[in-house]
């Protein structure tokens, strides 16, 4: 299948922060779930990708297109879904959609209408109305009436109700049955990209910890608990993030089978949440620092 997005050696450097040679690159048909703490650069990676922000260096292509060279064309094809709020609040959805239907050529307006009635919105009711998980509602149904391939999300979950949640996870599955679509999804819900993210990016102080399958990582990666003591055998060096008390130890592995076979029995091995992995990575970030 070919590659949607594609991005080699992106560096953006800032007085306080930089990027650091990202390289990461998804396929058509799948859910991409792209975590880290706040300040970790989540969010310049998204503008270097939507070019609001110009590079330093490095690469980065849409559908095969430098995102530079040709961002209009680029820019018909995708879809953005904020975290917040971004139309006039006091237009009706009808009247707000009227301004933005004519920016995209491939603009469908019985899709459009179809989508309101599959999201169960009004399209009488007033921007200022929509409580948020309509207002996503809302920019999902734009990026789809206009037929885009390839949908970015910042945060598009966040602050929502559990039902809503599902509502806009299960969209967004649906959504990917078309194989030739992808969606792009930055979140700190990370029991939501559990639920349906194909493949995890996990960045952390502008540099990639890892860009690899959901699958492969949650196989991979486990907590380790043990006593105090077992922390002088070699082995335990190789867990991060550890913390200590007075009864013992936990920690995080990514290479569970090793663990298991030399430590057996003298430690506890369970299976490591994606909050897991990012909380005794980002913790072993720190320390190190």
């Not at 799948?30 to 922000?53: E, H, P, R, V, W």
Request: net charge positive; glycine share 6%.
């Amino acid at each position: 299948m070919g590659k949607i997005l594609e991005i080699k050696n992106l560096t953006k450097r800032y007085k306080d922060f930089s990027l650091d040679n990202i390289n990461l690159s998804l396929d058509k048909g799948y859910i991409m779930g792209f975590i880290g703490q706040n300040g970790a650069g989540k969010s310049t990676t998204i503008k270097l990708i939507m070019n609001l922000i110009k590079k330093d260096s490095g690469s980065i292509k849409i559908f095969g297109l430098d995102n530079h060279k040709h961002e209009k064309k680029i820019k018909e094809r995708i879809g953005f879904v904020y975290d917040t709020n971004h139309y006039y609040e006091d237009l009706s959805i009808r009247n707000m959609k009227k301004i933005i239907s004519p920016f995209y050529k491939n603009w469908d307006d019985k899709a459009f209408l179809k989508y309101m009635k599959d999201f169960d919105l009004d399209p009488k009711k007033k921007i200022k109305k929509l409580s948020k998980g309509m207002k996503t509602k809302f920019s999902l149904a734009l990026a789809l009436s206009h037929k885009a391939e390839f949908i970015i999300m910042d945060e598009p979950t966040a602050g929502l109700d559990p039902v809503f949640r599902r509502e806009i996870l299960e969209i967004l599955q649906d959504l990917i049955q078309d194989e030739n679509k992808s969606v792009f999804f930055s979140t700190h819900i990370t029991t939501d990209l559990e639920k349906i993210a194909d493949y995890i990016t996990f960045l952390d102080k502008g540099s990639i910890i890892f860009s690899k399958s959901k699958d492969e990582i949650l196989e991979n990666y486990g907590v380790v608990k043990g006593g105090i003591e077992l922390l002088k055998n070699p082995m335990t060096k190789s867990i991060i993030g550890i913390n200590k008390n007075s009864y013992g130890f936990e920690g995080l592995t990514s290479d569970v089978e090793n663990i298991r076979y030399k430590l057996g029995e003298e430690v506890i091995l369970e299976k490591a949440t994606l909050e897991d992995i990012m909380f005794y990575t980002s913790k072993e970030m720190k320390r190190k620092c």
